[in-house]
């Protein structure tokens, strides 16, 4: 137990200071009213940030909330950069939600903090579940969580700017850096890439280290110096603006939309937010550039359920939204892919711009699942972050972030 306290102490003392933000998106149905005494309440934190998946959300909770009188979900938002200081605090503190939705690639941090429920024997139809999808769900041969959705990452590119100046859509990294230098003129940069300390950057920047040879385990080695430098040389010249680093997902989709961002690193979530925001605009979506085999990140979110008073309400929830029939209907409008492969086979079929990320998951890869996976993360993106910025020596950035990571990896940090 003491050795479980010093390791919370040392996650929270690594996170910058707890900011609170909250608000809650299901129950929109309910009226302020007297809940009968047998009602239990039970709690889901998300961080979701684009209005049309907190809908469905919502959507999904109100329905399974007026589909029984037992139990009552509520919700609370907490923004992406405070989400993993806020569950880690409310770990440490015994107040955890009933259920979170956690980033893959978190989940194993989170469960090496403070176990999740055992849902090995609890949801129906894991069975049909994607075992890319179930892999960071499992410990010891027991299944933790429950994947929501998946999805992969792709170069998005505006179609009429690209066919103005006769540039097809690039498929090496020189061939993106002089379409995205050519596509930069008239206050639009050819390119942006976030830099925030979160996953979303660490999630956009990966597929570029690993298409060029690089790890996170080698960023002083030859392959991984390439990925920093491009985009240093990049931001030098203009076709990156050192602003770029303090976006966030959104923020990057919304600049895209607006015609300011030629091309971008994205998910399918993000398809949907920017024909919102401009329904008007051509743009598709290609593999991420590379030097030899093509490559992508393979991400998705988790559902965790806390071992407490809740579990049972929770499971059933989960057991509702994870229905077959159900999934299938609410799964294309979130632009996830469905962790199930009875669901994801028919997906998006009157979608093309959606439907290449169901073929780009064939070349995708999954970021490795362990605790120390955050601290990694936050040590990557600095260094990325530096590079942008370019006021540091890149030799001296990668060395002293590959001995970090060699440092966590020894447990040092």
């Not at 050795?3 to 809650?24: N, Y």
């Not at 129906?124 to 999805?151: H, M, Q, S, T």
């Not at 743009?283 to 992508?296: A, G, M, N, R, Y």
């Amino acid at each position: 137990m003491r050795d479980k306290i010093r390791f919370l102490s040392a996650a929270l003392a690594a996170m910058l200071a707890v900011s609170l933000a909250a608000a809650g998106i299901g129950g929109c149905g309910k009226e302020e009213k007297i809940k009968q005494n047998e009602e239990q309440q039970i709690e889901l934190w998300y961080y979701w940030d684009m209005a049309y998946q907190q809908k469905v959300l919502g959507d999904l909770i109100d329905e399974f909330n007026h589909s029984q009188d037992d139990i009552e979900v509520t919700t609370r938002y907490i923004p992406d950069a405070d989400f993993k200081k806020e569950l880690a605090l409310s770990m440490y503190e015994g107040t955890m939600p009933d259920i979170a939705l956690v980033d893959s690639a978190d989940f194993q941090f989170f469960q090496h903090t403070q176990s999740f429920a055992d849902l090995t024997d609890e949801i129906e139809g894991l069975e049909d579940y994607l075992p890319e999808a179930l892999a960071p769900c499992e410990e010891g041969g027991r299944i933790k969580g429950l994947p929501f959705g998946v999805n992969c990452v792709a170069l998005f590119y505006n179609e009429e700017m690209l066919a103005k100046r006769g540039l097809n859509p690039p498929a090496t990294w020189q061939e993106f850096y002089d379409t995205a230098k050519a596509l930069t003129a008239d206050g639009v940069y050819g390119y942006a890439q976030p830099a925030l300390e979160s996953e979303e950057s660490m999630y956009s920047f990966l597929p570029v280290l690993w298409s060029m040879g690089g790890d996170v385990d080698c960023l002083n080695s030859r392959e991984s110096a390439y990925a920093f430098q491009l985009f240093r040389d990049l931001t030098e010249d203009g076709v990156v603006s050192r602003q770029s680093i303090s976006l966030t997902h959104k923020d990057l989709a919304q600049q895209f939309a607006k015609g300011n961002i030629a091309m971008m690193i994205g998910n399918p979530m993000q398809v949907e937010y920017i024909r919102k925001i401009n329904p008007n605009l051509a743009f598709d979506v290609t593999d991420i550039p590379s030097i030899s085999d093509k490559v992508t990140v393979l991400g998705g979110e988790i559902f965790g359920v806390t071992d407490g008073k809740g579990k049972d309400a929770a499971i059933e929830f989960l057991n509702y939204i994870s229905d077959k029939d159900r999934m299938a209907g609410y799964m294309d409008d979130l632009g996830y892919m469905a962790a199930r492969k009875d669901i994801l086979d028919g997906q998006f079929q009157e979608d093309a711009v959606l439907h290449k990320f169901i073929g780009m998951l064939s070349c995708a890869r999954t970021r490795e699942f362990t605790y120390q996976w955050p601290d990694i993360t936050r040590t990557v993106v600095s260094a990325l972050e530096h590079s942008i910025i370019g006021e540091e020596d890149e030799r001296i950035i990668l060395e002293e972030a590959a001995d970090s990571i060699q440092k966590i990896r020894e447990g040092g940090q």
